[in-house]
């Protein structure tokens, strides 16, 4: 983790354009800029910095508010990306209901205590402020009266209010989001960048998003792993 001051981050975007002093507004564009880029990067599978695990804790309501001061205390995720509910020491499976699978489970007011194969959670990102936040919703089908769900989503970047304030970024977001931003002024303005700076926001980039990735896990086959003699045709199975 890294902290930088916004104003830091905008002279060095603006220094890669060959721009030494900025004016006042020029900063001001920046700023915008940059907290656009921020929002951007959180909704962006490639470039969020992590998924982090969010529970909630199952009471039998109809739906349940999430966003930063709502019933689920934590930053209005963009999107869930799976899920499952822990009832005691088993965990089942919850799946991220579309907005048509939502729709069509008819059943919207039955209780139970576990998941179903149909249901699951349906998240709507309700674009809208309550108390100066803005806060999504879940809505579990069946309603759920026991357990706590673990909602996997996008973690969100801070996203800062002031040019003045500090920020506080992963390991690597800093030389990215200051080549970025250099590349989103220069766009504004019509400034044509460096190839070189170009060329080091698309790699600062893509180290990022190689850090991303898990190594594919190798599975023996079992004809070896179980001393077999054959497979079973009809079933796959080793023999």
């Known amino acids: ?93 919850l799946r991220i209901l579309t907005d048509q699978e939502y729709a069509e489970y008819a059943l919207k007011s039955l209780s139970l205590s576990l998941p179903d194969a149909l249901g699951g959670v349906y998240y709507e990102p309700q674009i809208k402020e309550v108390a100066s936040q803005v806060r999504g919703t879940l809505y579990f089908v069946p309603v759920l009266s026991a357990g706590t769900a673990h909602l996997m989503v996008l973690r969100q970047l801070e996203v800062p209010a002031t040019e003045t304030e500090s920020i506080t970024l992963p390991q690597g977001y800093d030389r990215w989001i200051t080549y970025q931003l250099a590349l989103e002024i220069a766009a504004e303005y019509g400034i044509t960048p460096l ?34 003699s054959g497979m079973d045709w009809r079933t796959g199975d080793a023999l």
């Open 1 to 93: 983790m890294s902290e930088v001051v916004c104003t830091t981050l905008i002279a060095r975007a603006h220094r890669l354009l060959g721009i030494a002093s900025a004016t006042a507004l020029e900063i001001t564009d920046a700023f915008t800029a940059l907290q656009q880029l921020l929002d951007q990067v959180s909704v962006d599978p490639t470039t969020a910095p992590s998924l982090q695990t969010v529970t909630v804790t199952l009471t039998g309501a109809a739906s349940y508010t999430i966003g930063t001061g709502a019933t689920v205390n934590t930053p209005r995720p963009a999107r869930i990306e799976r899920g499952w509910v822990r009832n005691g020491t088993i965990d089942y499976p």
């Open 195 to 228: 190839p070189t700076v170009v060329e080091m926001a698309r790699e600062a980039k893509g180290m990022l998003q190689m850090s991303r990735l898990s190594a594919p896990t190798m599975r023996p086959d079992p004809l070896w792993t179980h001393g077999g």
